[in-house]
T-cell receptor, first 113, second 112 residues
Framework: AQSVTQPDIHITVSEGASLELRCNYS??????LFWYVQSPGQGLQLLLK??????LVQGIKGFEAEFKRSQSSFNLRKPSVHWSDAAEYFC???????????FGSGTRLQVQP | NAGVTQTPKFRVLKTGQSMTLLCAQD?????MYWYRQDPGMGLRLIHY???????AKGEVPDGYNVSRLKKQNFLLGLESAAPSQTSVYFC???????????FGSGTRLTVV
């Protein structure tokens, strides 16, 4: 069965600092990997996704993520965080066929001025 | 705009009441999913469908029923609502093959 672990429940960074959110997955074959962001009371917005090819994926809002098969990780990064990035971030793993997405429990990002 | 539409957006139920949440997509997607989101637990799969007339259980199916009589619609029913079903419900759809998932904007349900 596929699973996703986001080790950090809550992270606080200063505005302008760099950010890395961790995601580890468990899946038997090559997974499809996603990062979503959710602002309070809002729906899910797709930041980026990885299906195949280049392991460094660029997304919206200046985010990027790197797929590392050897570490079963898909960490999300941003070089300089803005106050508007404060939100909850979810990593998810999917696959071909009928499989649904499996989500991690989320990381809540707080940005200090 | 093409996408996934969920109705209603908000609902308050009394314990024991029933209701149906509607998910409609206009992208001709084969697969549709219902999730619930609870604090600290991410999104958990309730039921899903791989095509018209088919449904299957997900991770947390108890207390819910679903139907997919038309390809574009996926209904989630609560026959006898319980406070434990207070949650935000998200519907999603996707096509076959490697593709992204399109999510609805969610339904916030409170059972009192």
């Amino acid at each position: 069965a596929q699973s996703v672990t986001q080790p950090d429940i809550h992270i606080t960074v200063s505005e302008g600092a760099s950010l890395e959110l961790r995601c580890n997955y468990s899946y038997g074959a090559t997974p499809y990997l996603f990062w979503y962001v959710q602002s309070p009371g809002q729906g899910l917005q797709l930041l980026l996704k990885y299906f195949s090819g280049d392991t460094l994926v660029q997304g919206i809002k200046g985010f990027e993520a790197e797929f590392k098969r050897s570490q079963s990780s898909f960490n999300l990064r941003k070089p300089s965080v803005h106050w508007s990035d404060a939100a909850e971030y979810f990593c998810a793993v999917g696959a071909t066929g009928r499989r649904a997405l499996t989500f991690g429990s989320g990381t809540r990002l707080q940005v200090q001025p | 705009n093409a996408g996934v539409t969920q109705t209603p957006k908000f609902r308050v139920l009394k314990t024991g009441q029933s209701m149906t949440l509607l998910c409609a997509q206009d992208m001709n997607h084969e697969y549709m999913y219902w999730y619930r989101q609870d604090p600290g637990m991410g999104l958990r799969l309730i039921h899903y469908s791989v095509g018209e007339g088919t449904t299957a259980k997900g991770e947390v199916p108890d207390g819910y029923n679903v139907s997919r009589l038309k390809k574009q619609n996926f209904l989630l029913g609560l026959e006898s609502a319980a406070p434990s079903q207070t949650s935000v419900y998200f519907c999603a759809s996707r096509s076959q093959g490697p593709s992204g998932y399109t999510f609805g904007s969610g339904t916030r349900l409170t059972v009192v």
